[in-house]
């Protein structure tokens, strides 16, 4: 359930920091900028789009039509209407703003538009940005966003409910750090699914941990309090501690996927991405093939 929304918010950066890359649109876009892949996926170049939109935000800025909350300093329905309509093609889905979204966020972060009377205006840095080539912008917008983010990005997982508890969410810097380097050893130019991404972030050990504690995962819920605990994710150290024994005691090996050994106990508990168990014999031919 909140998968998709957060797969979608790490896509909005990478298309922000890498305008080479490639993503896909849904075939129910009208005006398709290249020739469809297959009956259900189109192809969208990124990088010619990125440039141009970064010029219209800043222009919509620099006309004082974008409005923005003065507490939460996130784009009003209108404002998101407004970018949309301005973005090359559009956004990527018909039904939910993602880059609309984020540009106001963005160009914030980047000192580029900072908020007066309830709309983004330019700075001076950011009347200077449409002087200067836009890739370089997009850059600076990039590095800014990692240690100068407006929001949380979990946020816009709005089904998620208790994150404004104290001491429930990580610090979020640390989290992006992970996410860009992810992101720098994708292959420009090779086509990634998001699903693809995540696995090879958890076998390389770039899992961000998203709540402080495990007290503080039973904080994060759906729908009721109680039952729709997110302590209930998954399973926990003493659900697969005793089968690991009995593997061991019966001549086998379990290690996590990548042939490290599972640590209980210990803050990150990896082993909850999976365990790979085998007869012993064949363990690090499997590692071999799956890391």
């Known amino acids: 359930m909140a998968g998709k929304p957060l797969a979608r918010a790490v896509l909005v ?3 922000a ?3 080479s890359q490639i993503t896909w649109r849904s075939l129910r876009r009208l005006a398709p900028v290249t020739e469809p892949i297959d009956e259900e996926r189109w192809q ?3 990088e010619q789009e990125a440039l141009q939109n970064l010029r219209s935000v800043l222009e919509l800025c620099a006309n004082g039509k974008l409005k923005v909350s003065d507490k939460t300093f996130k784009p009003s329905a209108a404002a998101l209407e407004t970018i949309t309509e301005h973005l ?3 956004d990527f889905y018909d039904d939910e703003a993602i880059a609309a979204f984020a540009w106001p966020l963005l160009v914030q972060a980047g000192g580029l538009a900072k908020l007066e009377g309830g709309r983004l205006r330019l700075t001076p840095k950011g009347r200077a940005a449409l002087d200067k080539p836009a890739a370089e912008t997009i850059r600076l917008l990039w590095w800014r966003w990692l240690s100068h983010g407006v929001i949380d990005e ?4 709005e089904q998620i409910k208790g994150q404004r508890a104290t001491n429930v969410l990580t610090a979020v810097k640390p989290r992006r750090e992970i996410v860009a380097k ?3 050893g994708c292959q420009v130019g090779e086509w990634l699914d998001v699903d693809a991404l995540f ?3 958890r076998r390389g050990g770039m899992n961000p941990t998203i709540a402080r504690t495990e007290r503080a995962l039973w904080k994060l819920h ?3 309090p109680e039952y729709g605990s997110l302590g209930y994710d998954g399973f926990h150290d003493w659900d697969v501690c005793a089968g690991h024994v009995l593997v061991e005691e019966a001549g086998g090996r379990v290690s996590l996927f990548d042939g490290r050994p599972v640590v209980y106990g210990a803050a990150g508990a990896e082993q909850r991405n999976g365990l790979l168990a085998s007869n012993g014999r064949v363990h690090d031919a499997v590692v071999g093939r799956i890391a």
Not at 154 to 157: G, L, M, N
């Open 13 to 15: 950066l990478a298309h």
């Open 17 to 19: 920091a890498k305008a």
């Open 44 to 46: 969208l170049q990124t």
């Open 88 to 90: 090359v093609n559009g």
């Open 154 to 157: 979990f946020s816009r997982i």
């Open 182 to 184: 992810a992101l720098a």
């Open 199 to 201: 696995m090879k972030m």
């Open 222 to 224: 759906l729908e009721d």
